[in-house]
């Protein structure tokens, strides 16, 4: 211990206030072992020149923040002994690198209330190879043999040890396995990076849509030709929500889907916006967000295709709900059909004598590319006929969610059994099949009812 040198910071954590301890000092232009110069006051004015730099470029509606840091592997795995089994390092405990960067990064308290965090990196990777070792020859049954080890070695190249893979063998470290590790005076100084990111915000409500050349999401029929632009159910609802609150990116989650020439009527299908890492949310506080949201839905209703309804502003549990117990959920469509075969009122009737009835499809064939080869029993629960004329029909039936309502009228090539086909007894040679198809209603209860607004931090 005598032999070690650090920097005036650490020789006052780690001696105490009453210096019981002797300890070298680092001379010039050298690096502390324990905090590897990241409590150095120069590095943190750089640091809180950086933080002010970003902000400066793209500012944030937030009067406070979480600090959070990120410290290199190798420093981690040097303080980390001194702190486990602080006898082999002398009386007094280390104090905390984390305490003295906030300290010197803020000069202000920490607050653990914010929305958004700043999260310093700082990074030094030299000793990556020989803390490595350290703990492959420390915990042997942990890791691979070193044949093994060196050949994939040769052909990936040799891996760092992250700080996650670190973490979880500091609590199992020894006193005799801490004595064995070698502290080491790094070298260079610690390279640092800034990242800000607020909490996600949720955005509720409902979209009906009109046209049935709209997709949900941007898609485009031939993959040789990029999607439309703006042309997306998803991109005419997140692209105002992204811009009113300068959000970094968004994501888009319905409660099911329908197929891009397919209308959403009634209420509209359930969504949530889950927008990401936003820098202006002073318009969703408490009590005005109500009012804000009001005015953006009336902003998304002027475009041509859709139209959105009670929006609102939901937590992180109420926004994950949505995807929860899919299959249980029931939604109403209308069909208007054709038969090639002439239709009598038994072919009508006799289908809905059937009701309700459980029909299984094996995965469709147009979606075979991105769906799993399965048998799906679904469950049609309620159905009414009416017919047209000769050879049209309107069919409006009650499902289970993720029943493929084309494909039970006119049966995949015989996917799906027992379908509407089926169920008429139109015989090969006849088809009975879809001109037309609306989702009525998707039965579920969203947005989250509230008696009055919610508060959000």
């Given amino acids: 211990m005598s032999d070690l040198a650090l920097c005036k910071l650490c020789i006052r954590q780690f001696s105490g206030e009453q210096q019981e301890i002797e300890i070298k000092e680092l001379g010039e232009n050298e690096y502390c072992p324990l905090c590897f110069g990241i409590i ?7 640091v809180a020149a950086e933080a002010a730099r970003l902000l400066n470029e793209k500012p944030y509606d937030s009067s406070t923040f979480i600090l959070a840091l990120a410290l290199p592997a190798s420093q981690m795995l040097q303080f980390h002994p001194g702190q486990a089994v602080p006898e082999i390092y002398g009386y007094a405990m280390l104090g905390s690198v984390q305490a003295a960067c906030h300290q010197l990064a803020t000069g202000m308290s920490p607050t653990l209330t914010s929305e958004l965090q700043m999260t310093i990196t700082f990074e030094n990777d030299e000793f990556a190879d020989s803390d490595r070792n350290f703990i492959e020859s420390t915990f042997p049954g942990d890791f691979q043999s070193r044949k093994r080890k060196q050949q994939n070695w040769a052909e990936n ?33 610690c390279t640092f990076s800034i990242a800000f990111e607020r909490e996600p915000v949720y955005i509720a409500g409902r979209y009906c849509k009109y046209s049935r050349s709209l997709p949900q999401s941007p898609w485009s029929a031939d993959e040789q030709i990029l999607p439309i632009p703006g042309n997306s159910v998803t991109e005419k609802v997140c692209e105002i929500l992204k811009r009113e609150f300068q959000a970094e990116s968004y994501r888009f989650v319905a409660s099911g889907r329908e197929d891009v020439d397919v209308r959403m009527l009634g209420t509209g299908r359930p969504f949530v916006v889950h927008l990401i890492n936003c820098r202006r949310l002073l318009g969703l506080k408490w009590p005005h967000y109500i009012d804000r949201l009001k005015g953006l839905e009336a902003e998304i209703n002027k475009q041509d295709g859709i139209r959105i309804n009670q929006l609102t502003r939901v937590n992180r549990d109420e926004a994950e709900s949505l995807s929860v117990g899919q299959e249980e959920k029931r939604k109403t469509y209308t069909a208007f059909c054709y038969s090639t075969k002439l239709i009598t009122d038994d072919m009508l009737t006799n289908p ?32 009414e006929t009416m017919r047209i004329d000769d050879f049209h029909f309107l069919l409006r039936v009650e499902t289970q969610a993720g029943t ?5 009228v006119h049966g995949d090539f015989g996917r799906t059994r027992p379908s509407m086909a089926d169920l008429m007894g139109v015989d090969k040679g006849d088809e009975v099949d ?10 579920l209860e969203w947005p989250p009812f509230y008696e009055s607004p919610q508060k959000f931090k």
């Fill in 404 to 408: 493929y309502i084309k494909e039970f």
């Fill in 434 to 443: 879809i001109l037309e198809l609306d989702v009525e209603n998707v039965d």
């Fill in 352 to 383: 809905m004598a059937r009701i309700p009835l459980e029909t299984i499809q094996k995965t469709p064939v147009r979606v075979m590319k991105r769906r799993s080869l399965l048998d799906r029993p679904r469950t049609i629960f309620t159905m």
């Fill in 40 to 46: 150095d006051d120069e590095l943190i004015e750089q």
């Fill in 157 to 189: 190249g040799q891996p760092e040890m992250s700080k996650v893979q670190l973490i979880p063998y500091f609590g199992r470290l020894t006193e005799e396995q801490s004595k064995r590790y070698t502290i080491k005076k790094p070298s260079k100084k």
